[in-house]
DNA sequence: TTGAAAGCGCTAACAC
DNA sequence: GTGTTAGCGCTTTCAA
């Protein structure tokens, strides 16, 4: 069934059928109604390939994320789906892994299928070296590249993150208000987003000039799910005579680790051990007592990042990074602070 | 850069670079060399919506799943995607909701899309009633669909799914054995594996005639993400007068909520209340205890879903229905028992 | 082994 | 408003 067998059918030349297809202005409406008619009755469907090899699109948007199986990955690319499919865009998805080449594979595959953008979804995709970051650049000479949680200085590529550094910061120093000096960062990544929050940690430490020491700082390189592992990692630390009674977690994984760590350590939570960790997921509430957790509004960032696309499609001007803030939500793993009784408004902040 | 540059700037004909590209043998060394050189220092991609008309094909698989941010899901998406991808095929992803009419939407535009296949993750695909899964028959008389943990008896429709109801069900007897009589069954999903579970359940319960009255079933309606609403629903289940010490969870949120209702209530785990859960996700280790879980082999039945499904697109008869066995993994919710001693190996059965 | 030429199904100038 | 026609870039007979 093509745009021919509709065209005689309706006793029409296919120039009008693609232009009822078209949705074209310049047919009449009596026509448009015979076309649509036969079309209805003989369950006709265009071939999406030739029309793409005619309009050179197919309207279809490709995802790039290291690992859909993360749960915060997953919802950002959930989010970023359902969005782009309420505007007739599709999502090829494409699962990378952490590795820089798999990277460069993936999105080339992309480009060759003639996606009309690239998304990546998390920060690992930007790396420190400039070199490493080329192969985004080159893509987006190609198509413009959406980046989610994370910031590139380069024509065509547009970014959308959230301010992992401040929030990590003001989270550092409303520990050590609370009097904990001896606080833990405990993180997994060393992603754009990863050094981000590192920075925060570090600069809140540093400005309270506590202790002497460099702060206590642990990268843990295990699997994202094994909790146990993250567990021991923690007690090794101590083992080796660092005490901490604090920490700061790059995600809610990594404090949930800390949370149970605590708990066979026999300390009180959150009278003698604190944490903090990131991401606000539902992990947050698995564990006892609740994590307190920074919540970075992944939806937002997510409307955020599809609405610019968007208006990149459209050949708008629009802002080449824009950074939301974070919100701690206080739950049990701390204690009440005065800072809690501040409005914690969020700010969104945009940055041409 | 076309096809015809190549050839021109080659000296032979777009016939010959047409086979090079498609790795024809009817090419000789040489000028199979001398396409490779020009193509590769034109940096000549194929246009693949020209391939795509010409081959009726792109390599793309439709991958439908209701909610990719479920972690149970997002899994099976993220193992899935892998292996298409592995073999050369891309994913059109489409989170559909839980709403048949979005469903159906959805795999329309994904035949429409020409997609080579249409993979449903997750049995809430498959409804009771058998007009209501009428849409994935019409999809099956276009393009072969596969099924994960749900079947149906349809032509070209291909299901892999692990035993869910003998799984329950061996895991109602076990704790029956344990010595508890008054167990909560908790389920949130009347999917085609959230009724076979229960029909596991029901049957162990009623294979003890234990204690006169219907066994004790609740089914859960809020968001899957607010363990605090599970945690009420059991809470307001005992207020209503209903007692229970054990509680079988269709997945490991809820398994996590009756761990949390049990500390709150004051029981002791294993010791005075029992939990066995489903999925043997990563929440089954964020609890304290942590959650024995049925483990449902989900990367195997990926793996299994993926390969069947290249079977069928070279051609070959392929199983129609293959059901793999689960495997219970026990921690701190349950008592040991005799049968913790005999092996629990995993059985592949292959239904034709 | 290679080339010429006819599609694949649609879009979009251009002419009427 | 509508039709004719020339592409879009590739695949694939059919001859040579």
């Known amino acids: 069934m093509t745009i ?16 009822v297809l078209n949705g074209s202005q310049s047919v009449s409406e009596k026509t448009r109604q015979k076309v649509l008619d036969v079309m209805e009755q003989c369950g006709y469907t265009p071939n999406a390939f030739a029309r793409g090899l005619g309009l050179n699109t197919m309207q279809t948007i490709g995802i790039m994320c290291a690992d859909s199986s993360d749960p915060y990955l997953a919802k950002a690319v959930y989010y970023i789906e359902q969005k782009l499919r309420s505007r007739g865009y599709d ?6 892994g952490y590795e820089l080449e798999a990277k460069e594979y993936s999105m080339n595959l992309l480009i060759t299928k003639k996606v009309d953008s690239i998304i990546l979804v998390g920060s690992n995709f930007v790396y420190e070296r400039e070199e490493d970051n080329r192969y985004i650049a080159e893509a987006a000479s190609q198509v413009p590249v959406m980046v989610l949680n994370a910031a590139m200085d380069t024509p065509n590529v547009y970014s959308v993150m959230s301010d992992d550094y401040t929030s990590i910061y003001n989270a550092t120093r409303e520990m050590v208000a609370g009097g904990i000096r001896d606080i833990l960062y405990f993180y997994n990544s060393h992603s754009y987003s990863g050094r981000r929050k590192l920075s925060g940690f570090q600069a809140a430490m540093e400005e309270q000039a506590l202790s002497g020491g460099a702060p206590l700082v642990e990268f843990y390189r295990g699997s994202h799910e094994d909790i146990h592992a993250m567990v021991r990692h923690l007690r090794a630390v101590r083992d080796a005579g660092k005490e901490f009674h604090g920490v700061i977690a790059a995600d809610d994984t990594l404090g949930l680790a800390a949370v149970k760590y605590a708990a066979e350590a026999g300390y009180r939570v959150p009278e003698d051990f604190s944490v903090i960790s990131y991401n606000n997921s539902m992990l947050a509430c698995c564990c006892q007592p609740e994590l307190t957790s920074i919540d970075n509004k992944l939806e937002t960032l997510c409307e955020h990042l599809v609405a610019t696309l968007f208006g990149i499609l459209e050949g708008k001007e629009m802002p080449k ?32």
């Open 4 to 19: 021919y067998d509709i065209s005689e059918k309706a006793g029409v030349s296919i120039a009008t059928v693609s232009r």
């Open 321 to 352: 990074k824009t950074v939301f803030s974070g919100e701690t939500v206080r739950r049990g793993t701390t204690r009440r602070t005065a800072s809690d009784t501040e409005q914690a408004k969020p700010i969104c902040t945009h940055e041409r």
């Open 91 to 96: 999502s090829l998805l494409s699962c990378t």
